[in-house]
């Protein structure tokens, strides 16, 4: 079964950083691409990051790309999201995804993902 647990959210202040860790279980991370959603209050879910199954390429958007970056540790079974330079409009739950022989480009789709952990919660204070 897969398993996705993210974790490593919290109030931090603008311009500080935060490493989110998403864990996952039953599968094996070179399989699967890996994504970063985050939905903020009346907003719709927007992927922010994800690397691929296989090569590890990334994809970053576009509000994000020069200060998020995108890891994995295979020994881990852990993708991280390390955010640097935070803006208040990083502000967002923040979501773990998984899909098996998936492309980084699943980014722009949340509907590619079938396998989702609990959100964790990034507030970025002014």
């Known amino acids: 079964e897969v398993q996705l647990q993210a974790s490593g959210g919290g109030l931090v202040q603008a311009g500080g950083s935060l490493r989110l860790s998403c864990a996952a279980s039953?599968?094996?991370?070179?399989?699967?691409?890996i994504g970063w959603f985050r939905q903020a209050p009346g907003q719709e879910r927007e992927g922010v990051s994800c690397i691929g199954s296989g090569d590890g390429t990334t994809y970053y958007s576009d509000s994000v790309k020069g200060r998020f970056t995108i890891s994995s540790d295979n020994t881990k079974n852990t993708v991280y999201l390390q955010m640097n330079n935070l803006k208040p409009e990083d502000t967002a739950v923040y979501y773990c995804?998984?899909?098996?022989?998936?492309?980084?480009?699943?980014?722009?789709?949340?509907?590619?993902?079938?396998?989702w952990g609990q959100g964790t919660l990034v507030t970025v204070s002014s």
């Open positions: 039953g599968f094996t991370l070179d399989d699967y691409a």
């Open positions: 995804a998984a899909e098996a022989f998936g492309s980084s480009w699943y980014c722009k789709r949340d509907a590619y993902f079938d396998s």
